[in-house]
């Protein structure tokens, strides 16, 4: 079974914190990709990777960086964590290439920026 | 870039009866179509996708529907159970880019009563 892990399933952080989320895929996944939930509003792409070191923007990028130094860890980085930035972030992986397109998501991170 | 519409976003049915979440597309290019449950506290969960050269998929009491000309595509429950109850997410792609960004609908929260 491909297995999608976040670091945390529930994070309290102070408005202006430097703010890391962590996804780790065990199944040699070329694609990652986060994705913001908010009611209402469904799940939006933040950035995605399609490779080591390589990183596009999604929908919704601003306020977001991200980091992919290896191929099976995907990080999103709020660098200045905002009270707007409260929600559930949920990292995702599919294989790529030919037919590779069902994603396979993580628990989730509920965020709260206080 | 692709827009997804997805209705209703709530539906009640009872225990027994079918349920029936409709989707649009606006990007005629989009040829994979996946669905995705979200339990409560979970992360969403591939169910069932099809792609644009099949017209309908079934996997035991739940189907999707593709009308590639009109654009729209169906999920159909049937023999619903409390279990089936959670919130469902249609999305859409195009897989020949490679890196199979999805667009997700706004979802729809289904609640079967027993």
């Known amino acids: 079974d491909v297995k999608v892990t976040q670091s945390s399933r529930y994070l309290v952080k102070r408005t202006g914190e430097k703010v890391f989320l962590e996804c780790v895929q065990d199944?040699?996944?070329?694609?990652m990709f986060w994705y913001r939930q908010d009611p209402g509003l469904g799940l939006r792409l933040i950035y995605f990777?399609?490779?080591?070191?390589?990183?596009e923007k999604g929908d919704i990028p601003e306020g977001y960086s991200v980091s992919r130094e290896k191929k099976e860890r995907f990080s999103l980085i709020l660098e200045s964590a905002s009270t707007n930035q409260t929600s559930m972030y949920l990292c995702a992986s599919n294989v790529g290439g030919l037919a590779g397109e069902r994603g396979y998501f993580g628990p989730g991170t509920r965020l709260t920026v206080t | 870039g692709e827009n997804v519409e997805q209705h209703p976003s709530t539906l009640s049915v009872q225990e027994g009866d079918s349920a029936v979440i409709k989707c649009t597309y606006s990007?005629?290019?989009?040829?994979?179509f996946p669905w995705y449950k979200q339990e409560l506290g979970k992360g969403p969960q591939l169910i069932i996708d099809i792609r644009s050269n099949v017209g309908e998929k079934k996997d035991q009491r739940i189907a999707v529907t593709l009308n590639k000309t009109a654009k729209h595509f169906s999920l159909h429950i049937t023999e619903t159970q409390p279990e089936d109850s959670a919130v469902y997410f249609c999305a859409a792609t195009y897989s020949g880019a490679g890196s199979y960004q999805l667009t997700f609908g706004k979802g729809t929260k289904l609640s079967v009563i027993p």
């Open positions: 990777s399609y490779d080591v070191k390589m990183k």
């Open positions: 199944m040699d996944h070329e694609n």
């Open positions: 990007d005629s290019a989009s040829n994979y």
